[in-house]
């Protein structure tokens, strides 16, 4: 909802935190736990390293082993041994280097570089006003100019730091739930009906514990920066909390209380949730697959055995987010309206990006939503803004690309 991170709210579920070591060159078979991390996500979601309910996990931050020592006979005495040692620790600090690196770029990319399309992806979800749906990435560049020329390139990354805050409040909400229940933070690869259907309870009651700061954080990335004060760093708890025991800046009264924004919340954090683990899940097997027929485990190199390491992972997160994000966005944007509701926000003009409108809708609940765009703005009202999707997904995957093919040429040069 990242997300971002939603992924969505990430962060989600992005990239995942499914972590499978692989043999040099190759996938070897994972005996470790599967926690595919983030419900919401939409936005942010291939967070690496780290792994949590709120976003797409990339690989992991730790590197596979270098090689071992090669043996070397006795009578080469001590001054032989010491140089395969060395060189056995330069190549493990070299793959070290190379996984946070590519790691990092994955985090940068998904949680910074695509933020402005997050921030003009929301503000045309909750713009019923709006004539133009910007299906496509074409306008949504344009747009995006003219805001920046208006309110200065931080408009475009407004409301970041609340959407880490939501992101922290969740992993910290899992781990204390998870801590003090039975409730698994990862399912294993021998999974039980019952561990499963305990660990989807926990990422909803996850999404529903974060909420009121999600909503929060809604504001602060669709508000227009021509009409607010700058926002404090810890705004977003603040408000949060007074969204919580009714307190705080006074609303309007169409303002719709925390009981009837939690299914729909919960729904669509599980159902990203799902999505994104599934095919991230099946991206896995058939890239392992396909590595252990190309890269056999005896001819492989040190350069292919790092760029196998991660990247699989990082590509594997990038898909299912994607395909999660699609498939959930007209429930996001039925989501996001309700969040809006009452809050009293003025957005920018999508249409044109220079003038300010204000929210002034009134659903009832999730399903009179669903029918009166339905009814009002046919079926592409709820993909209004699914250009910006686009476009930080095209983003992402050139970061991605340009990455691998840097560390490829790095590597080679460096061994």
């Given at each position: 909802?990242?997300?971002?991170?939603?992924?969505?709210?990430?962060?989600?579920?992005?990239?995942?935190?499914?972590?499978?070591?692989?043999?040099?060159?190759?996938?070897?078979?994972?005996?470790?736990?599967?926690?595919?991390?983030?419900?919401?996500?939409?936005?942010?979601?291939?967070?690496?390293?780290?792994?949590?309910?709120?976003g797409e996990r990339a690989a992991s931050a730790t590197?596979?082993?270098?090689?071992?020592?090669?043996?070397?006979?006795?009578?080469?005495?001590?001054?032989?041994?010491?140089?395969?040692?060395?060189?056995?620790?330069?190549?493990?600090?070299?793959?070290?280097?190379?996984?946070?690196?590519?790691?990092?770029?994955?985090?940068?990319?998904?949680?910074?570089?695509?933020?402005?399309?997050?921030?003009?992806?929301?503000?045309?979800?909750?713009?019923?006003?709006?004539?133009?749906?910007?299906?496509?990435?074409?306008?949504?560049?344009?747009?995006?100019?003219?805001?920046?020329?208006?309110?200065?390139?931080?408009?475009?990354?407004?409301?970041?730091?609340?959407?880490?805050?939501?992101?922290?409040?969740?992993?910290?909400t899992e781990s204390i739930i998870s801590e003090f229940?039975?409730?698994?933070?990862?399912?294993?690869?021998?999974?039980?009906?019952?561990?499963?259907?305990?660990?989807?309870?926990?990422?909803?009651?996850?999404?529903?514990?974060?909420?009121?700061?999600?909503?929060?954080?809604?504001?602060?990335?669709?508000?227009?920066?021509?009409?607010?004060?700058?926002?404090?760093?810890?705004?977003?708890?603040k408000e949060g909390v007074c969204r919580l025991v009714?307190?705080?800046?006074?609303?309007?009264?169409?303002?719709?209380?925390?009981?009837?924004?939690?299914?729909?919340?919960?729904?669509?954090?599980?159902?990203?949730?799902?999505?994104?683990?599934?095919?991230?899940?099946?991206?896995?097997?058939?890239?392992?697959?396909?590595?252990?027929?190309?890269?056999?485990?005896?001819?492989?190199?040190?350069?292919?055995?790092?760029?196998?390491?991660?990247?699989?992972?990082?590509?594997?997160?990038?898909?299912?987010?994607?395909?999660?994000?699609?498939?959930?966005?007209?429930?996001?944007?039925?989501?996001?309206?309700?969040?809006?509701?009452?809050?009293?926000?003025?957005?920018?003009?999508?249409?044109?990006?220079?003038?300010?409108?204000?929210?002034?809708?009134?659903?009832?609940?999730?399903?009179?939503?669903?029918?009166?765009?339905?009814?009002?703005?046919?079926?592409?009202?709820?993909?209004?803004?699914?250009?910006?999707?686009?476009?930080?997904?095209?983003?992402?995957?050139?970061?991605?690309?340009?990455?691998?093919?840097?560390?490829?040429?790095?590597?080679?040069?460096?061994?």
């Amino acid at each position: 909802m990242y997300p971002r991170r939603p992924q969505d709210f990430n962060e989600g579920l992005s990239s995942r935190g499914c972590e499978d070591v692989p043999a040099a060159g190759g996938y070897a078979t994972s005996t470790r736990s599967w926690d595919c991390s983030d419900p919401w996500i939409t936005e942010s979601r291939f967070r690496a390293p780290a792994a949590g309910p709120w976003g797409e996990r990339a690989a992991s931050a730790t590197p596979p082993p270098g090689p071992g020592p090669v043996p070397v006979p006795a009578a080469a005495g001590t001054a032989g041994a010491a140089a395969p040692e060395n060189a056995a620790g330069s190549t493990d600090q070299l793959n070290r280097f190379a996984g946070f690196g590519i790691g990092l770029a994955s985090l940068f990319t998904e949680n910074v570089l695509a933020h402005p399309c997050i921030v003009f992806r929301r503000q045309c979800q909750v713009n019923y006003h709006a004539k133009y749906y910007h299906l496509t990435p074409f306008t949504v560049v344009n747009i995006m100019y003219h805001f920046s020329k208006t309110q200065g390139l931080k408009g475009l990354w407004k409301g970041m730091g609340s959407t880490f805050i939501v992101q922290g409040i969740a992993l910290g909400t899992e781990s204390i739930i998870s801590e003090f229940t039975h409730l698994p933070r990862e399912v294993s690869h021998k999974w039980s009906p019952k561990q499963i259907a305990g660990h989807l309870v926990l990422k909803g009651l996850t999404c529903a514990v974060a909420m009121p700061f999600y909503s929060a954080s809604l504001i602060e990335t669709v508000q227009s920066e021509i009409i607010r004060d700058n926002p404090g760093i810890l705004d977003c708890v603040k408000e949060g909390v007074c969204r919580l025991v009714g307190m705080g800046v006074p609303h309007s009264k169409r303002l719709l209380p925390l009981g009837v924004l939690i299914f729909p919340t919960v729904l669509h954090g599980l159902l990203h949730y799902i999505i994104s683990a599934i095919i991230q899940k099946l991206i896995l097997f058939l890239l392992r697959r396909k590595a252990s027929q190309q890269y056999p485990t005896d001819a492989s190199s040190s350069v292919q055995t790092v760029l196998d390491a991660y990247f699989p992972e990082l590509i594997a997160g990038f898909v299912a987010n994607l395909c999660a994000d699609v498939l959930v966005y007209p429930l996001e944007t039925v989501l996001h309206r309700l969040h809006i509701q009452g809050t009293r926000t003025i957005i920018d003009n999508t249409d044109h990006g220079y003038e300010v409108l204000p929210i002034n809708t009134q659903y009832e609940g999730m399903k009179d939503c669903i029918n009166v765009i339905k009814k009002e703005e046919g079926i592409f009202g709820f993909y209004k803004g699914f250009g910006a999707v686009l476009v930080q997904y095209t983003l992402h995957a050139a970061v991605l690309q340009i990455t691998r093919i840097i560390y490829s040429i790095w590597l080679q040069n460096a061994t």
